[in-house]
Each structure stands twice: as C-alpha cells, then as structure tokens.
C-alpha cells in the first residue's frame, strides 16, 4: 500500500474511533438520562451545549485520541495477531473510560454514573474491536487477490533468515511478496541455491537495487558480529530512500526471550526478558494483590489470634515462624508463617538430610518428626501459609506466584534455568498447589513455575486461584 493509501486508512481508523466513542458516549447519556433527577431526556435532547462543555468534550475526544495512539493503534498491524489487536484496544478503551470517570470527579458531572462507565465500555469496546475485525479480515481478504502487497528483501541468506521468508510466504494475507535475497560470497551460499528464492546482488549492489527496483521493505538478518558495518551501510542507505527497515534482533541467540523496544534520552534500547515484567496487567496485580490482602487481612484477624492460640497452648515457642526467604531477582525478604514445627526445627534439619523424599534443592519428608500435631492440620489445610498476606501486602510476595524457597534450597540449585523463577514476585499460590505440591517432583515443580512465567496473565492468576480451593480443601499433596 503506497504511503497516500496509508494515510487515509490511518484517518479512517482514527475518524472512526472518534465516531465510535461519539456514538458510545450518547447511548450511555441516553441510556442514563432517566436517573439523573435534575434533566429528563427530552430536556437532555433539547438542551443547548454549553461552550465550556464543548470545550471539555473536545479535550476528552483528543485524549481518546491520545490514548489509542499511545497503544499504538494507529501503525501497520500486519505482522500483529488479533489477540494483540484486541488486548491493545480493551486496555485503551478501559483507560479511556477511567478517565472520563477522573473527569467526571473533577468537573462534577452528575451523568457519569456507574450504570454511564460500564455501558460506555462495553459499547466502545466491542464496537471497536467489531470495526478493527472487519477492517482487518478485509485487508486480509485484498491482500489474498494480489492487491496491497508490499515487496520484501532479505539481507542474509542464513537458516534464520530462510525460515523468516518461508513462515511469511505461508501468510499470503499479511500481503508480501519476497523479491529475492542480498549477500556476499560464503560457504553457506550453496545450501541457499537450493531453496529456490533467488540472490539478486551482494551487499555493493544494494543502493543501486533500491534505485532501481520496487522495495517497499528490507529485513536484515546478518551476523552482527561479524558484518556489523555491511548491516550500518544497508540501513542508512534505506533511511535515505525512505525504506522500511526491519532486523531479526536475536543477536544474542536466545530462543525464548521476548523483545521490546524503548527510548531513553533518544537513545534506542532493545530489551530481552521472559514473562511480563510491566504493563497494564502487571499494573492491575500489584494493586490487586494490595487491596486483597488487606481486605484478607481484616476479614481473618480473629480467625489468626485463634490459630496462634492453638499453636501456644500445644507447644512451646512463637505463634509465627519467620523465616528468610528468597524473592524477586534474589531479594532476600523474611516470609511470616503460622508455626507447624518445634521450635528447634531447623536446627535438626541437618541431622535429617539423608531422609530427604525431594530430588532437588527442595527438602521434603512425610511424616516429618519435627512437625507439631496441631501444625499438620495446619500444614494439611494450607493455613500456615495464611499469614503471608502480609508479606503480600508488604510487597514482597503476590497472592499468585512461584513459591518462595529458604536460603538452603537456593543454594541447592544446579540449573540457571531453575533460577529464572526468581524473575517474578514469589506468591502464595501458584501452578504447582494445584498440581498434587508435594507429590510433584522437584523438576517438574520447576517446568510448572517455568510454565506460569512464560504465560502470565491476569486471568491465569484468577483461574490459579480458582483450582487451588478445591486442592487445600481436599489437602492434596500436603505435607
């Protein structure tokens, strides 16, 4: 799609936002009318518009605006999938509504109610995410018919750069065709002529290629180790002609990591992690986590002065055990749990070592002889883990997350892999409770934590939460 075409499918998008929020905004002011006592809906209708009111939606409309541009709503998505589309535009539209509620604080506007939010929401929402569908599997449906292509190089003919040509020549919807390949001589070329796509000129002949030849967009893939300034040149030659520059990043060669890039002082910084580390749901869970804890907290304070009773009256020490523990990228934090051993628990562990059940770094023994009668009923029901509530509203746990481990089971650990557990905020709960806990070994124990981490989401931790009730009341694992 030439760069005119662009930009008036950007200001489709963008007008048709705005008709949509438009349109949203009045079914909810209709659709609330009759509860505000002080207007009814024929005088709403009639009324004349205030300028200050005027100037107060026009300045929410440019936020609206603002906000989906900050999602970036507004650029190229073919190389984006519909549950990213979709994910980006629900956070937009949640934050657009959150705001009208903030304006609605400030400025006293009696319309906004909660009945005005939630029918704005879901009208914006689903409308929105309607047109962007029906937008897209249009697109899809041109580009399918040969219309709206674009045309693609590769620099590079190594595997990666192979693989990439053929998983988007299996796309004909994202709408490219691949015109051919840019290298030099090299021992790998002969493998190359044998995968039919064509060597159009080495890296000498790139700039008077693109003089001369359609290019629309060029992928680097080249070892930048090795051919750093071949890959410099090729890219400023397409900064100066206007040509879309695209690079397979892994220069690091890590299979799993997930990029992101951002800016600092105009400076480009590419990023390499696992698992979410920020964003809107990272955001939601720690304020989750905050609220529920205390609200836990309040709920069950009677119910702990009678468990620390218990504890007291049948056998000697604290009501709490407190113990170190190690959290996010190894901070170590004191974890606070309801007492299950004697008192000189830890100090007997070491005579008890060789009866260790636990391949691994963890220590597990049925029948543990250190463990109280009433701290096994604790143990079995999960309710000494009760207490960390409070380091959940401290910060140093999340309701949902990896286990926290001792000072003497991270020490145990022989795997790096094993360690990348310590990337997210341990938790209370997580995949291994509701996976049979102790029955579970130590290294599928890892591949469970490994597994929440790789596919975090907000409703994982719902449905974690959800599973683990039904394993504490049947005690599954418990030791």
């Not at 009639?46 to 603002?66: Q, S, T």
């Not at 000697?316 to 004697?342: D, H, S, Y």
Request: proline share 3%.
């Amino acid at each position: 799609m030439g760069n005119f075409r662009r930009k008036i499918l950007m200001i489709a998008y963008k007008l048709s936002d705005m008709l949509i929020m438009i349109g949203s905004f009045m079914a909810a002011t209709i659709l609330v009318s009759h509860e505000v006592k002080t207007i009814s809906l024929e005088q709403f209708l009639h009324m004349r518009i205030k300028i200050e009111n005027f100037i107060l939606f026009v300045a929410f409309l440019l936020l609206w605006h603002g906000i989906f541009a900050l999602f970036d709503l507004y650029s190229s998505r073919r190389f984006s999938t519909v549950k990213t589309e979709i994910k980006d535009i629900f956070f937009a539209t949640s934050l657009g509504t959150f705001a009208i509620y903030i304006l609605s604080l400030l400025f006293s506007i009696d319309m906004v109610s909660s009945v005005f939010l939630i029918s704005f929401w879901t009208g914006s929402t689903f409308i929105t995410i309607l047109a962007r569908l029906v937008m897209r599997y249009t697109l899809k449906y041109i580009r399918r018919r040969g219309r709206n292509l674009r045309y693609l190089l590769f620099v590079g003919t190594n595997p990666r750069a192979i693989r990439s040509a053929k998983k988007i020549e299996s796309r004909p919807d994202l709408g490219y065709v691949i015109s051919g390949f840019i290298d030099k001589e090299w021992e790998g070329l002969s493998e190359f002529q044998n995968t039919g796509y064509r060597l159009l000129t080495d890296y000498n002949g790139f700039a008077e290629f693109t003089r001369n030849n359609v290019v629309d967009e060029v992928i680097i893939s080249l070892p930048l180790k090795s051919l750093y300034q071949e890959a410099s040149l090729i890219a400023n030659v397409c900064e100066m002609q206007g040509i879309i520059v695209r690079h397979l990043p892994n220069i690091f060669n890590a299979e799993h990591a997930k990029l992101k890039l951002e800016d600092f002082e105009n400076e480009p910084l590419v990023s390499h992690y696992r698992g979410s580390v920020e964003g809107w749901q990272v955001l939601v869970k720690e304020v989750l986590d905050r609220i529920l804890s205390l609200v836990l907290l309040l709920l069950l304070s009677p119910f702990f002065i009678v468990i620390a009773i218990l504890i007291k009256i049948t056998s000697p020490g604290p009501a709490f055990f407190i113990q170190e523990r190690v959290g996010l990228n190894k901070r170590r934090f004191r974890v606070f749990k309801f007492r299950t051993m004697f008192k000189d628990a830890e100090q007997k562990q070491a005579e008890l070592e060789d009866l260790n059940e636990v391949m691994g770094a963890a220590f597990k023994i049925k029948n543990d002889p250190r463990i109280t009668p009433v701290g096994k009923f604790l143990r079995k029901t999960s309710i000494d883990e009760v207490p960390q509530l409070i380091n959940v509203l401290k910060g140093d746990m999340s309701l949902v997350g990896p286990r926290p481990l001792p000072v003497r089971d991270y020490n145990g650990f022989s795997e790096d892999w094993h360690r990348r557990r310590f990337s997210v905020r341990p938790g209370i709960t997580c995949l291994w409770q509701c996976n049979g806990r102790s029955n579970v070994s130590f290294e599928h124990w890892m591949e469970l934590d490994m597994e929440y981490i790789d596919n975090w989401s907000l409703l994982l931790d719902f449905s974690i939460m959800i599973k683990t009730i039904p394993a504490v009341l049947r005690g599954s694992g418990a030791e």
